[in-house]
């Protein structure tokens, strides 16, 4: 097995954790991500004893890109998972919607992944196969009904168009080197890789 550096947002619990967990089980190391380093126990005891590291990060920070890549300076960086994401709040009904909330939605689940992909282009390119996903939802789909939660929804479809868009990937590619891609989770129960080409 060839040991990958791996690098979570939002690892400290749910899917974060249950991707970073067996990640370090396997002998990878894991550089994870959260906001507050005061919850990152289990994380923390999942991920040191095979050289993993926790980066306490709030991922819309101006600094957060900068953050993230001096955590990684220098190394190879095989897998970029962009799981942190926020719900958009309670009030997201059309007479009640919390805006605030709504454009942290977008800063996390939409701008975030953007920017950080962006500033670890240098570690993904000393990678022979690097890969950068990003989760999303069923409720950020285009193709199904929308049933509320417009915050929510709308960061995420944003998310999924934005690295599944034929522009950015290529972009993308072109920067790693040809043949190189990134692609996005749409639907992290099935795991299914979605191919932008």
Known sequence: MTRETICITGANR?????????????????????????????????IEPTGGSLCTLDVTEPSAPDVLAGAIRGQRLDLLIHNAGVFGGPRQALNDMDVSAWREAFEVNAIAPFRLTSALLPALRRSSRPWVLTLSSQMGALSRKSTGNPAYHCSKAAAAEQILSRTTARRCCAHLSAGRRSRAVAEVAHSELLNPF
Request: positive net charge.
């Open 14 to 46: 749910g899917i974060g954790l249950a991707l970073a967990a067996p990640f370090a089980r396997a002998g990878h190391r894991v550089v994870a991500t959260c906001r507050g380093g005061s919850d990152a126990d289990s994380l923390r005891r999942a």
